[in-house]
């Protein structure tokens, strides 16, 4: 690192180059952020069921959920793309079909009316849970929301299906920092590299 020469700012990839490049569940929350069971057994539903590519953040989440001796039937899913960025899955429940969403935090709170707890979906509250994703991020964690409602049984679902949504709550993620990472950022910064 001492003989950088005339370098005034590095840029590099975080993840595997300052970070150890394993995602891992750090808590499920929900719309208040309190730690909720719920949320993750939501997240974890959709993660299993969800019949796109394998992503780090579904493994992470299957990896923290409790093993569940039985998954609910899957009567249709909404695939995840990069406009929408969410991935929403319908499942069979006791109480009728239930359409289970997750996806970046602004996306899916953009489809939503209501909290789990009942509050209104209103500035207030889009405010308060806003203030938690920015919280959680400025901690360096990654954040997903997940959100539900009942739907009509039909043969097929789609992105109209992604409305009226109730938001469940978050699921955070770390990818955590490697030995040395801290002390080669200092050692740069003391040679002013940004």
Wanted: with cysteine; aromatic share 4%.
């Amino acid at each position: 690192i001492e003989n950088l020469g005339s370098m005034d700012v590095l840029c590099t990839d975080k993840t595997g180059t300052l970070t150890e490049g394993v995602v891992s569940v750090d808590g499920a929350y929900d719309a208040d952020g309190r730690e909720s069971a719920d949320v993750l057994a939501l997240a974890a539903t959709n993660a299993a069921l969800q019949a796109g590519p394998a992503n780090p953040l579904d493994a992470a989440i299957l990896q923290h959920a409790a093993a569940s001796a039985s998954m609910p039937e899957k009567l249709g899913e909404i695939p995840f793309d990069f406009v929408r960025k969410r991935l929403s899955v319908v499942v069979g429940t006791a109480g009728g079909p239930r359409l289970i969403t997750k996806g970046a935090v602004a996306t899916v709170m953009s489809v939503c009316t209501r909290t789990a707890g009942g509050e209104a979906w209103d500035d207030d509250t889009i405010a308060r849970v806003d203030r938690l994703h920015e919280a959680w991020s400025a901690h360096g964690l990654r954040v997903i929301a997940v959100a539900t409602r009942p739907v009509a049984a039909k043969p097929a679902y789609g992105r109209d299906d992604e409305a009226d949504l109730t938001l469940a709550g978050f699921v955070t993620f770390l990818d955590r920092p490697k030995d040395g990472a801290a002390q080669a950022i200092a050692d740069l910064a003391r040679l002013a590299v940004s």
